[in-house]
C-alpha cells in the first residue's frame, strides 16, 4: 500500500458544483495532514492543515477519520479558479512530508 | 506567514554545465529542508532532505554525486546540478518546515525551471 493514496481524477465538474476527494494514508502514528493545491507549473500552496477531526474555511472543508486512515477534501459551490491539482500530504515519523500523486479537478463553465 | 525564497526561477544551460539552484527561508529557521522534482504532468518526486551542517539523505535512485546538496546555513540550502543532461531538465522545487516543531505544514519555494540544451 502507497504510503499517501489519492485518485489522479480528473473531476470534471460544472460551476456551482460540490465536489469530494479522499486521501488514504499508511502511517497510523500521523498526527497533522494537509491539503495542497498546485497550478500548473507552480509551486504547491497551502489549502488546509487538519489537526483533529477537520477544519473548514469558506467553501472548503476537510475531515480526518484516523479509524479508517483517511482524510476528505470537500470544496462547495465550485469555480472555475478552483481547477488545479490538490495534493493530499502526510508527515511521516521524521521530518518527511509525504505527497500523495494529487487530484487533478476541472471546473467548465 | 513565512516566506521560503528559491532562485533563480528559470534558468537555461547547455549539457554538461553545472547548475547552482539556492533556496532560503527568509522568516524562520530551517534545519531542514527538501528538494523535489517535478516532470510535466508528474508529482512531486522528494529528491533529497538537506540537515544543516551534516550530509543530505537522499532518496533511492537519486545520485548524490550528480546532485549535490549544501546546507551551510540554518536559512540556506543549494542544489548543485552537476554536469547536468537534457533528461535533467525539471521542475525542481524545496522546500522548508519551522524547525522543532514536528506537525507544521511545508512553505515551498516558488520552484526553478532548467531547460539543459
Known amino acids: 500500500r502507497k504510503e499517501v493514496e489519492q485518485d489522479p481524477g480528473p473531476f470534471n465538474v460544472p460551476e456551482g458544483a460540490t465536489v469530494a476527494f479522499n486521501c488514504t494514508y499508511s502511517?497510523?502514528?500521523?498526527?497533522?495532514f494537509f491539503w495542497y493545491r498546485q497550478d500548473c507549473r507552480k509551486e504547491p500552496k497551502l489549502l488546509m492543515s487538519v489537526y483533529s477531526s477537520g477544519n473548514e474555511d469558506g467553501r472548503f472543508t476537510a475531515q480526518l477519520n484516523r479509524a479508517s486512515q483517511y482524510i476528505s477534501l470537500l470544496i462547495r459551490d465550485s469555480k472555475l479558479s478552483d481547477s488545479a491539482t490538490y495534493l493530499c500530504?502526510?508527515?511521516?515519523?521524521?521530518?518527511?512530508?509525504?505527497f500523495g500523486s494529487g487530484t487533478r479537478l476541472l471546473v467548465r463553465p | 506567514g513565512a516566506v521560503v525564497s528559491q532562485h533563480p526561477s528559470r534558468v537555461i544551460c547547455k549539457s554538461g554545465t553545472s547548475v547552482k539552484i539556492e533556496c532560503r527561508s527568509l522568516?524562520?529557521?530551517?534545519?531542514?529542508m527538501f528538494w523535489y522534482r517535478q516532470f510535466p504532468k508528474q508529482s512531486l518526486m522528494l529528491m533529497a532532505t538537506s540537515n544543516e551542517g551534516s550530509k543530505a539523505t537522499y532518496e533511492q535512485g537519486v545520485e548524490k554525486d550528480k546532485f549535490l546538496i549544501n546546507h551551510a546555513s540554518l536559512t540556506l540550502s543549494t542544489l548543485t546540478v552537476t554536469s547536468a543532461h537534457p533528461e535533467d531538465s525539471s521542475f525542481y522545487i524545496c522546500?522548508?518546515?519551522?524547525?522543532?516543531?514536528?506537525?507544521?505544514?511545508?512553505?515551498f519555494g516558488q520552484g526553478t525551471r532548467l531547460t539543459v540544451v
Open positions: 522546500s522548508a518546515r519551522r524547525s522543532g516543531l514536528l506537525n507544521t505544514e511545508a512553505f
Open positions: 500530504v502526510v508527515p511521516d515519523s521524521s521530518y518527511k512530508l509525504i
Open positions: 502511517n497510523s502514528a500521523s498526527q497533522s
Open positions: 522568516d524562520f529557521q530551517a534545519t531542514t
